[in-house]
């Protein structure tokens, strides 16, 4: 028989399958967009300023300047995730450490 999931039960299991599917989702739609709309985006997402991200260095709010705020602001197990996404499709997924440095990011084009 198979138990109900009652409030305040295992809301990290939880919390952590809601990451994973929206990381999925956000994926799959980066993926699908395969042409550059040509739009004129002064925060787009672009391979120099891509390039100039330092893992442990660069933060959040330099981050900010760059591609402005972020589509998403996900928290979870100590970590947060925000997701950027330009008017050209091209998007940005970073984790940020505790003091909002740079842990690790991924980006399509």
């Given at each position: 028989m198979r138990e109900k999931w009652r409030f305040g039960e295992s809301t990290s299991t939880i919390h952590?399958?809601?990451?994973?599917?929206?990381i999925s989702v956000a994926l799959l739609v980066s993926g699908c967009s395969t042409a550059s709309l040509g739009v004129k985006d002064p925060q787009a997402i672009?391979?120099?300023?891509?390039?100039?991200?330092?893992?442990?260095?660069t933060t959040?709010?330099?981050?900010?300047?760059?591609?402005?705020?972020?589509e998403m602001k996900i928290p979870a197990g100590g970590n947060s995730y925000y997701f950027y996404k330009d008017?050209?499709?091209?998007?940005?997924?970073?984790v940020f450490n505790e003091d909002w440095t740079?842990?690790?990011?991924?980006w399509s084009d």
């Open positions: 952590s399958m809601r990451v994973i599917l929206l672009q391979s120099e300023k891509v390039s100039s991200i330092v893992t442990g260095v959040r709010d330099e981050l900010t300047q760059m591609f402005g705020e972020p008017l050209n499709l091209n998007s940005l997924w970073v740079v842990q690790t990011y991924k």
